[in-house]
């Protein structure tokens, strides 16, 4: 079976500080690895995905996640927040059915 | 290049009444999945179609269906609705089955009285 643990529900940053949301997974196979995000009263948007291969994975708005196996982990970074980024972003895992498993969300709040 | 379509953005029902929510996918796609998502139990998968059949199905009652055409649009029904359905209901789209949603529309804000 498939989890994932997304710890913090709520992340408050500064505007041009680091962000950094965390995301645990258990899988009893290889895992693969999303991070979403959603916009206020919008569907969720694709950041960035983790499969085979290379473990530090970029996405898009200049995100970034590392899986690290031993750590059971694949958290989110970037280095410099925008008010934009001001979000909920998910976390998720394929589970071994392909279903996709999310984590409870982390809201991100940037202040200027 | 038209995203992903979901129709109508927002309904309000009563106990007891159905509901049919419509999906049209990115032109080219022809998986669709469905997702519930609440503030108390977050997203949860219910279904996802391929090629008009049901590929994969997550712990929902049988309340909830769901049905894919020939052009790929997708959609959901839930009968007998409850309190509980109350729920953003969002769909996603890829261009095969099994493979991970990239695009996802806006959602159907279900809610019921």
């Known amino acids: 079976a498939q989890s994932v643990t997304q710890l913090g529900s709520h992340v408050s940053v500064s505007e041009g500080a680091l962000v950094l949301l965390r995301c645990n997974y258990s899988?009893?196979?290889?895992?693969?690895l999303f991070w979403y995000v959603q916009y206020p009263n919008q569907g969720l948007q694709l950041l960035l995905k983790y499969t085979t291969g290379a473990t530090l994975v970029k996405g898009i708005n200049g995100f970034e996640a590392e899986f690290k196996k031993s750590e059971t982990s694949f958290h989110l970074t970037k280095p410099s927040a925008h008010m934009s980024d001001a979000a909920e972003y998910f976390c998720a895992v394929r589970g071994d059915t392909d279903k996709l498993i999310f984590g409870t969300g982390t809201r991100l709040q940037v202040f200027p | 290049k038209a995203g992903v379509t979901q129709t109508p953005r927002y309904l309000i029902k009563t106990r007891g009444q159905q509901v049919t929510l419509s999906c049209s996918p990115i032109?080219?796609?022809?998986?669709v999945s469905w997702y519930q998502q609440t503030p108390g139990q977050g997203l949860q998968f219910l279904f996802e179609y391929f090629s008009e059949t049901q590929r994969n199905k997550g712990n929902f009652p049988g309340r909830f269906s769901g049905r894919q055409f020939s052009n790929s649009r997708s959609e959901m029904n839930v009968s007998t609705l409850e309190l509980g359905d109350s729920a953003l209901y969002l769909c996603?789209?890829?261009?095969?089955?099994?493979?991970?949603?990239?695009?996802f529309g806006d959602g159907t804000r279900l809610s019921i009285l």
């Open positions: 032109s080219g796609h022809r998986s």
């Open positions: 996603a789209s890829s261009l095969s089955a099994g493979q991970q949603p990239q695009h």
């Open positions: 899988s009893s196979v290889p895992p693969y």
